[in-house]
């Protein structure tokens, strides 16, 4: 059974602060993996990552991808009030289930003023 | 484009009443995934359709759980009988063949059965 697992389940941060979210997973058939920011709503996706050591980059969010060990990082620098979210990691397998996603538990981020 | 649209956005149900949730996935796009979202099991993959057609509904919990795709513009997920341990947010979200991996998700349908 595919399995993704995300660490810490929350953390309370200060604005200004950088934070590093964690994701690992076990999948058989690894496509890709993805992030999600939800606030009080829906998912919105972040990032997609395929390749091994290729940061993906937008503003502040940053994210890598480790095949080898099986896991994930997404970085928030200067992190602003704006931030405090879930942020969910999923991953895609290929094979029969093409297009499935699974998500981990997601990390609940505050961050206080 | 106006995104996915969900119907309706609150339902409060009694216990063994149907329920019926509606979506309505971007045009053009060829997949369509229901999930639902609890604080305990957060958010979990119910079913998903390619090009109308159910490819993988290993995540319905149970019978009293059916989802159908019509045509390419509209699906409904139906639980009947309701349970209270059904109280979740339901979203629905649709992906285009090209970029599957990107799913846009709906506002999602906050459901409370008493």
């Known amino acids: 059974e595919d399995k993704v697992v995300q660490s810490p389940l929350s953390l309370v941060v200060h604005e200004g602060d950088t934070v590093t979210l964690n994701c690992s997973y076990e999948?058989?058939?690894?496509?890709?993996l993805l992030w999600y920011k939800q606030e009080k709503k829906a998912p919105t996706f972040l990032f997609m990552l395929t390749s091994s050591g290729i940061e993906k980059k937008s503003g502040r969010l940053s994210s890598i991808l480790d095949k080898k060990e099986l896991f994930s990082i997404l970085n928030i620098t200067a992190t602003q009030t704006g931030d405090s979210a879930i942020y969910l990691c999923?991953?895609?397998?290929?094979?029969?289930?093409?297009?499935?996603?699974?998500f981990g538990q997601g990390t609940i981020l505050t961050v206080h003023p | 484009d106006a995104g996915v649209i969900q119907s309706p956005r609150h339902e409060v149900t009694e216990m063994g009443q149907e329920v019926t949730l509606r979506c309505k996935p971007i045009?053009?796009?060829?997949?369509l995934f229901w999930y639902r979202q609890t604080m305990m099991r957060g958010l979990e993959l119910l079913i998903y359709?390619?090009?109308?057609?159910?490819?993988?509904d290993s995540g319905m919990p149970e019978d009293r759980f059916s989802a159908k795709m019509p045509n390419a513009s509209f699906s409904t997920l139906k639980i009947q009988p309701s349970e209270p341990r059904d109280s979740a947010v339901y979203f629905c979200a649709s992906s285009h063949l090209d970029s599957q991996e990107t799913q846009y998700f709906g506002p999602g349908t906050r459901l409370l059965v008493l």
């Open positions: 045009s053009g796009h060829d997949y």
């Open positions: 999923a991953v895609r397998a290929g094979g029969t289930s093409y297009g499935k996603l699974t």
């Open positions: 999948v058989t058939n690894f496509r890709s």
């Open positions: 359709f390619n090009n109308n057609v159910p490819i993988d």
